[in-house]
């Protein structure tokens, strides 16, 4: 299956973040939630795609990824699929709750201390970061830096948002004390700091192809 791009994917319920599709349908009740999985659960059964869904009472957070491509066109079918599945339960999706966090570590030499993140968080090291395959802890990447201030920030948070979701969550921030550092790689990301110089970024897919 050809890998797809973030371009190449335009689904009304589903956003594209950190090489997977994910979507996030509001449920009103746990049985709501059970009896749609009931139907959805042949779908991802059997499938080449790795799914991960994380249920609670009041939403149905499911992640599809190919193990090798990514997102292909195997994803976006089922991805819509999924949606009609979710209408016929009368669900609807929340996309401006999609949110990934990740942590990233500055690293004069990342290999030195990479497999030591991997085994004390017991992640898998993929040989570029350390991530969680169920998805229960933030995946840790690490930032090539050249400095070994022992004030340096060593870690910092991305949080990674849709494309149509960034401009708000940076003004929210910005209101509630932050301040913007650096827009120059936007859309990809956008550096801000709190009031006391710590910083985090924004990010989303765009503009990182």
Not at 28 to 56: K, Y
Not at 70 to 97: C, F, N, Y
Not at 100 to 128: C, I, M, Q
Request: hydrophobic share 45%; charged share 25%.
């Amino acid at each position: 299956m050809t890998r797809l791009a973030a371009r190449d994917v335009h689904l009304t319920d589903w956003r594209w973040q950190l090489g997977t599709l994910r979507a996030d349908f509001a449920t009103r009740s746990l049985a709501q939630a059970t009896a749609f999985l009931t139907d959805v659960s042949p779908l991802l059964d059997g499938e080449a795609t790795v799914p991960v869904v994380q249920v609670n009472r009041d939403r149905v957070l499911i992640t599809l990824k190919d193990p090798s491509e990514g997102v292909t066109r195997r994803e976006a079918e089922l991805a819509e699929r999924i949606s009609e599945l979710a209408a016929q339960h009368g669900l609807s999706a929340k996309p401006d709750r999609l949110q990934v966090l990740e942590l990233a570590l500055d690293a004069p030499n990342e290999a030195k201390v990479r497999p030591f993140w991997a085994a004390l968080l017991g992640l898998v090291d993929t040989g570029d970061d350390v991530h969680d395959p169920t998805g229960a802890l933030p995946p840790l990447w690490f930032q090539q830096t050249d400095s070994t201030a022992a004030d340096r920030q060593r870690f910092h948070l991305d949080i990674t948002v849709p494309g149509d979701q960034a401009a708000a969550r940076i003004d929210a921030a910005v209101q509630a004390g932050g301040r913007v550092v650096d827009r120059n790689f936007e859309p990809s990301f956008t550096v801000l700091a709190d009031a006391d110089g710590n910083l985090a970024c924004v990010c989303t897919e765009l503009g990182r192809e």
